[in-house]
């Protein structure tokens, strides 16, 4: 789930942490990450692990209405975004099958999130609406993630950063459900911060994917036009 091998996309980890912290546990995990190369284990089976915790977190604790110690879950496990990206670096590790590993799962990790909210909320949350809003939250990010692909894949910067990307839209969730299962510690009343959580991620979401696909689109046309005149320009070269 760590950003080895690609362009500084934020992570969910690094979003989580302000600079200083960043700093702060990378000093830390830096042993334990030397301490994992010594006995063998690869960056790749770092994010495995560390996506099949948050998945298992999310599926798992979430439809139950374990709120708060789902994301507890969620959260360390998020931390391997620290740790293969420092194992990574300490073993001078930069490929491409690394950054398709950890942008496939960042895929998986995003879709059991909000998978386990609408499982919750499909079931003992009894809440068909909030359920929808959980459901086009998965659906909506993960075509966010794909127009920026699919567009870079044409050749196109998209050169935009959407109101609501893949790092924001984890924060709100998270944090909003960790703070919502203090519910069932005897807080009244915040149970309802997943609720509007959910509807900023899918009102921020739709608005992202509007704004990528206006992007690509008149970054298309510019392309298109550029190459028009390219051919005009060979073709009046070679009328000469």
């Known amino acids: 789930m760590a950003s080895r091998g690609r362009a500084a996309t934020p992570t969910v980890g690094k979003a989580m942490l302000n600079k200083y912290a960043r700093a702060f546990f990378t000093r830390v995990l830096t ?4 301490f994992l190369i010594r006995r063998g284990v690869s960056p790749d089976t770092v994010t495995l692990i560390g ?5 298992a977190g999310a599926l798992v604790l979430y439809p139950r209405g374990e709120f708060f110690w789902g994301t507890v879950v969620i959260t360390l496990f998020v931390f391997s975004d620290l740790v293969d990206g420092n194992m990574a670096r300490q073993l001078g ?8 590993l950890d942008s496939t799962l960042d895929r998986v990790a995003d879709g059991a999130v909000f998978g386990g ?6 079931g003992n949350g009894d809440n068909n609406v909030l359920c929808a809003v959980a459901i086009f939250c998965l659906a909506s990010g993960q075509v966010v993630s794909y127009t920026k692909a699919r567009g870079e894949s044409i050749g196109l ?4 950063n959407g109101l609501v990307e893949r790092a924001e839209r984890l924060v709100i969730s998270l944090v909003a459900a960790g703070l919502a299962g203090f519910h069932k510690f005897g807080v009244p009343g915040i149970q309802w911060l997943l609720p509007i959580a959910l509807w900023i991620v899918a009102v921020g979401s739709l608005v992202t994917l509007v704004q990528r696909v206006v992007t690509v689109r008149r970054e298309a046309a510019e392309a298109d036009e550029a190459a028009g005149h390219r051919n005009e320009s060979q073709g009046s070269e070679a009328a000469k």
Do not use: D
């Not at 996506?51 to 998945?55: R, S």
């Not at 909210?117 to 499909?122: D, K, M, P, S, T």
């Not at 910067?157 to 935009?160: E, K, M, Q, T």
């Open 31 to 34: 042993p334990f990450a030397a």
């Open 51 to 55: 996506t099949a915790g948050v998945v």
């Open 93 to 100: 590790r930069s490929s491409r099958w690394g950054a398709f």
């Open 117 to 122: 909210f609408a499982l919750w909320y499909a």
């Open 157 to 160: 910067p998209v050169a935009v």
